[in-house]
């Protein structure tokens, strides 16, 4: 981005509060119940800074080395900020995982609960999880397919001994997201799990109507990323 076009974060994120509101209005929902997760990969340090003075406390990234690079600092000068990783998870980096997150919501295969559940009696410390849905079944996505949800929730809470929250997906690119985020919410829904992380800045108005507790916006708030490699 030029200089001079310096997204205000303070105003988009009173504006996407605006829109949750409304849209939790439209189902009858309490916007209290909605998470605002704001997804600062790629941008620096003093972007998440002008969130923090906005408010924002909850947070997302999808490396873990680079919010390493960011955010230990800014968790010791604010306690109540909450991390939450929502990019794939390789097990040789679960403990640096483990050890910076709050919430892990890309848990998509056993050798990753495994690994997870080492890491955390290792650290006794015990991140939330989300386990990450691949909805539209696309073949170069992280997940784990809707027919085999049950079966790996319930590995990961029984066997594993996991403290699950929730799942989480991303529907495909081109299509609309409705009836994907139906259903992931049926799957929370047979599960016993509350937690819906779902939206996205193209969508999190649908989201929330239809039943998101956590929607995870990171251009809406910050402006447009680099293109990524
Ligand atoms: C980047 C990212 C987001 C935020 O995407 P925007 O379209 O910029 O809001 C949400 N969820 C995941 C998993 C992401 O990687």
């Not at 605006?18 to 003093?46: F, G």
């Not at 403990?95 to 910076?100: C, K, P, T």
């Amino acid at each position: 981005m030029t200089a001079g076009s310096e997204p205000d974060i303070a105003a988009n994120l009173e504006e996407i509060h605006q829109h949750i509101a409304r849209a939790a209005q439209r189902s009858d929902r309490n916007p209290d119940d909605v998470t605002l997760i704001a997804v600062s990969k790629t941008h620096d340090k003093e972007k998440v800074e002008a969130a923090l003075a906005a408010g924002q406390r909850i947070f997302g990234e999808n490396r873990v080395q680079e919010a390493q690079s960011k955010y230990p600092e800014l968790k010791e000068t604010w306690p109540a900020l909450e991390l939450h990783l929502v990019g794939p998870l390789q097990t040789n980096k679960t403990e640096d995982a483990v050890a910076l997150f709050d919430v892990i919501q890309s848990l998509d295969r056993e050798k990753l609960a495994k690994a997870l559940g080492k890491a955390m009696d290792k650290l006794e410390r015990r991140p939330r999880c989300f386990v990450q849905v691949n909805v539209g079944e696309e073949p170069q996505k992280a997940g784990v397919l809707p027919e085999e949800a049950d079966a790996f929730i319930r590995l990961c809470r029984d066997d594993y001994e996991l403290p699950l929250a929730g799942v989480m997906c991303i529907p495909p690119l081109e299509e609309a997201p409705a009836p994907y985020f139906a259903l992931l919410r049926q799957i929370a829904e047979r599960n016993g799990l509350t937690g819906l992380s779902m939206g996205m800045s193209g969508d999190y108005e649908t989201a929330v109507e239809l039943g998101a507790t956590h929607v995870r916006v990171g251009t809406a708030i910050f402006g447009a990323r680099p293109p990524q490699e």
